[in-house]
Nanobody, 123 residues
Framework: QLQLVESGGDSVQAGGFLRLSCVAS????????WAWFRQVEGKEREGVAS???????RYAASVKGRFTISKDVAKVTAYLQMNDLKPEDSAVYYC?????????????????WGQGTRVTVSS
């Protein structure tokens, strides 16, 4: 079944940037909806950005204008460029994908998840 592996998490200072990557494998087609979520311990997982197969992009209000989601269809990889990072962006970031035309930012829309990559932003 579809497997996702994230990378790119790190510790940075406020105002810095990071680029997360999510590589898919064992897919049976490349028509995927992608999303990035994040979770702080003790809190619910929240949607950060999504990129539907039809190209529709959605962002959480807290990251709009600072984060950019993109994909490379040939490489079956999704990216999350995170600029102007803030301490409140600190979390474990998860990549999610599914064989859907549209999925959006709901956790229930995705059946396939990566293991997570930690982002820590210090003030």
């Amino acid at each position: 079944q579809l497997q996702l592996v994230e990378s790119g998490g790190d510790s940075v200072q406020a105002g810095g940037f990071l680029r997360l990557s999510c590589v898919a494998s064992r897919y049976f087609n490349k028509k995927l909806a992608w999303a990035w979520f994040r979770q702080v311990e003790g809190k619910e997982r929240e949607g950060v950005a999504s990129l539907d197969f039809d190209g529709t992009i959605r962002y959480a209000a807290s990251v709009k204008g600072r984060f950019t989601i993109s994909k490379d269809v040939a490489k079956v990889t999704a990216y999350l460029q995170m600029n102007d990072l803030k301490p409140e962006d600190s979390a474990v970031y998860y990549c999610a994908a599914d064989y859907k035309f549209r999925a959006g930012l709901g956790t229930s829309e995705y059946n396939y998840w990566g293991q997570g990559t930690r982002v820590t932003v210090s003030s």
